[in-house]
């Protein structure tokens, strides 16, 4: 089957959605999305810790997109949730020193919430006592206390934007994946469906798949200098544990890599959780499998490319501790006690759900920010990541800016029934596309 459209985005994610959304409430044009699953926000969009963040823990030099991104996307979503009557639970985030290092950390922090943005009264530094008398429950040297971060369920709120973007006039074609990209000057997608293969041709192909736009992006030979490795977090719901108000996270081990520390979360209907780790993977969707099952994909696939760009003994160590973990209840709750001491193993009741960070590796290592790589007809973000979900918004009409002085798309209409907050603000993040030579 064969089917023509002005512009296809592949991915139904929160960034998918949202550029859905944005284009469709000012163009004209005929928009269709495909996504590989049977509705929006399957994958990372909905598997992640539910918080809409402030961006106090982002370098604004390395990280600036994402703090920017983040920053502007705070109202869009909230006006979401007042729009969709979705939960919107401001409770904060604590994020702990544990030692004297990690002091030096938190100040840092404080200085980034002002550069990126975020007003003075909007977060506080706290010492030992400062957090007990907060959080009795939580022990630790200091913290920084950000207010306005808010619990929040991704997956209907970015539901709700794709039901927006069809109202809109844009066609979803759900469990249709695609697969590669061919004639990259007048693109035509290749993709897999129920009744067969599908091919749809179009001005313009925006590749926003999350896990599949590496792939897709290599289909064209693009993004050669880099290679992808996949990081499953798994979380453990806890139950009958109270006393912990906010949201507790604590400064990364190794901010260079993505393995973090869990969290104490707490979900909007008050169900908590402790999670993530950074659970090395064979692939963008493999929620499941044993060590030795995942060790055995990953030594005959193209990861060790990855691997050995940023191989050292320091992430071997990462790996193996977030291996461990992830199979490991007690593991993980002890992890947790270093900063809730009285969080006994009996509170942990079953997993919780899973879900897959895919980070770029480049020759210099972990990739810190998105990658957005263009050619004559294809757009490919690549390395979306966290704190994606909360900046998708703010990315989309930025991309969607470059798309409207890159690839002639046209304004012709204004019909936002929300996120009227982004369209009064001037998006003034800088957001490059590479173009290929």
Same mark, same amino acid.
């Given at each position: 089957?064969?089917?023509?459209?002005?512009?296809?985005?592949?991915?139904?994610?929160?960034?998918?959605?949202?550029?859905?959304?944005?284009?469709?409430?000012?163009?004209?044009?005929?928009?269709?999305?495909?996504?590989?699953?049977?509705?929006?926000?399957?994958?990372?969009?909905?598997?992640?810790?539910?918080?809409?963040?402030?961006?106090?823990?982002?370098?604004?030099?390395?990280?600036?997109?994402?703090?920017?991104?983040?920053?502007?996307?705070?109202?869009?979503?909230?006006?979401?949730?007042?729009?969709?009557?979705?939960?919107?639970?401001?409770?904060?985030?604590?994020?702990?020193?544990?030692?004297?290092?990690?002091?030096?950390?938190?100040?840092?922090?404080?200085?980034?919430?002002?550069?990126?943005?975020?007003?003075?009264?909007?977060?506080?530094?706290?010492?030992?006592?400062?957090?007990?008398?907060?959080?009795?429950?939580?022990?630790? !040297? #200091?913290? *920084?206390?950000?207010? +306005?971060? %808010?619990?929040?369920?991704?997956?209907?709120?970015?539901?709700?934007? =794709?039901? &927006?973007?069809?109202?809109?006039?844009?066609?979803?074609?759900?469990?249709?994946?695609?697969?590669?990209?061919?004639?990259?000057?007048?693109?035509?997608?290749?993709?897999?469906?129920?009744?067969?293969?599908?091919?749809?041709?179009?001005?313009?192909?925006?590749?926003?798949?999350?896990?599949?736009?590496?792939?897709?992006?290599?289909?064209?030979?693009?993004?050669?200098?880099?290679?992808?490795?996949?990081?499953?977090?798994?979380?453990?719901?806890?139950?009958?544990?109270?006393?912990?108000?906010?949201?507790?996270?604590?400064?990364?081990?190794?901010?260079?890599?993505?393995?973090?520390?869990?969290?104490?979360?707490?979900?909007?209907?008050?169900?908590?959780?402790?999670?993530?780790?950074?659970?090395?993977?064979?692939?963008?969707?493999?929620? !499941? #499998?044993? *060590?030795?099952?995942? +060790?055995? %994909?990953?030594?005959?696939?193209?990861?060790?490319?990855?691997?050995? =760009?940023? &191989?050292?003994?320091?992430?071997?160590?990462?790996?193996?501790?977030?291996?461990?973990?992830?199979?490991?209840?007690?593991?993980?709750?002890?992890?947790?006690?270093?900063?809730?001491?009285?969080?006994?193993?009996?509170?942990?009741?079953?997993?919780?759900?899973?879900?897959?960070?895919?980070?770029?590796?480049?020759?210099?290592?972990?990739?810190?920010?998105?990658?957005?790589?263009?050619?004559?007809?294809?757009?490919?973000?690549?390395?979306?990541?966290?704190?994606?979900?909360?900046?998708?918004?703010?990315?989309?009409?930025?991309?969607?800016?470059?798309?409207?002085?890159?690839?002639?798309?046209?304004?012709?209409?204004?019909?936002?029934?929300?996120?009227?907050?982004?369209?009064?603000?001037?998006?003034?993040?800088?957001?490059?596309?590479?173009?290929?030579?």
């Amino acid at each position: 089957m064969s089917l023509q459209t002005d512009v296809l985005i592949i991915g139904a994610g929160a960034l998918g959605a949202s550029l859905a959304y944005e284009m469709s409430s000012i163009t004209d044009i005929n928009i269709t999305v495909v996504d590989a699953e049977s509705g929006p926000a399957f994958h990372s969009s909905s598997r992640n810790t539910g918080v809409v963040h402030r961006p106090f823990y982002l370098d604004p030099v390395s990280k600036k997109v994402y703090a920017k991104s983040a920053t502007e996307s705070y109202e869009p979503w909230r006006e979401v949730t007042l729009k969709a009557n979705l939960p919107w639970v401001q409770r904060g985030v604590m994020e702990l020193a544990l030692n004297e290092r990690d002091i030096k950390v938190i100040e840092k922090y404080g200085k980034w919430a002002i550069q990126n943005g975020m007003d003075e009264k909007e977060f506080s530094l706290l010492d030992g006592q400062g957090i007990r008398n907060l959080e009795s429950r939580v022990v630790a !040297t #200091g913290a *920084i206390l950000s207010n +306005l971060d %808010s619990n929040v369920n991704y997956g209907p709120m970015v539901g709700f934007v =794709m039901g &927006l973007a069809e109202n809109n006039g844009v066609r979803a074609l759900w469990r249709t994946k695609a697969e590669r990209i061919i004639e990259a000057d007048s693109p035509t997608v290749v993709c897999k469906s129920a009744d067969g293969q599908v091919n749809i041709k179009s001005r313009l192909v925006i590749n926003v798949s999350g896990g599949g736009a590496y792939s897709i992006s290599r289909s064209l030979g693009l993004a050669s200098e880099y290679s992808e490795l996949h990081f499953r977090g798994d979380y453990w719901k806890i139950k009958g544990f109270d006393g912990v108000s906010r949201n507790i996270y604590t400064v990364p081990r190794n901010p260079g890599y993505p393995f973090l520390d869990p969290h104490f979360i707490i979900r909007p209907d008050g169900e908590t959780e402790i999670g993530p780790n950074a659970f090395l993977v064979s692939g963008p969707y493999a929620y !499941t #499998g044993t *060590i030795s099952e995942i +060790l055995k %994909s990953i030594a005959a696939a193209s990861e060790w490319k990855a691997i050995s =760009m940023v &191989l050292d003994r320091e992430m071997l160590k990462l790996v193996w501790n977030d291996w461990e973990m992830s199979v490991s209840r007690s593991l993980m709750l002890r992890r947790v006690r270093r900063f809730i001491p009285d969080l006994d193993n009996k509170y942990a009741d079953a997993r919780g759900t899973s879900g897959i960070r895919h980070s770029l590796i480049s020759r210099e290592g972990f990739v810190p920010e998105a990658v957005v790589l263009g050619t004559a007809g294809t757009v490919h973000v690549l390395n979306f990541n966290s704190p994606g979900a909360t900046g998708a918004p703010a990315f989309a009409r930025s991309l969607l800016s470059q798309l409207m002085d890159f690839y002639g798309v046209k304004g012709t209409r204004h019909n936002h029934p929300v996120w009227r907050s982004i369209i009064e603000n001037d998006c003034d993040i800088e957001l490059k596309i590479n173009m290929a030579s």
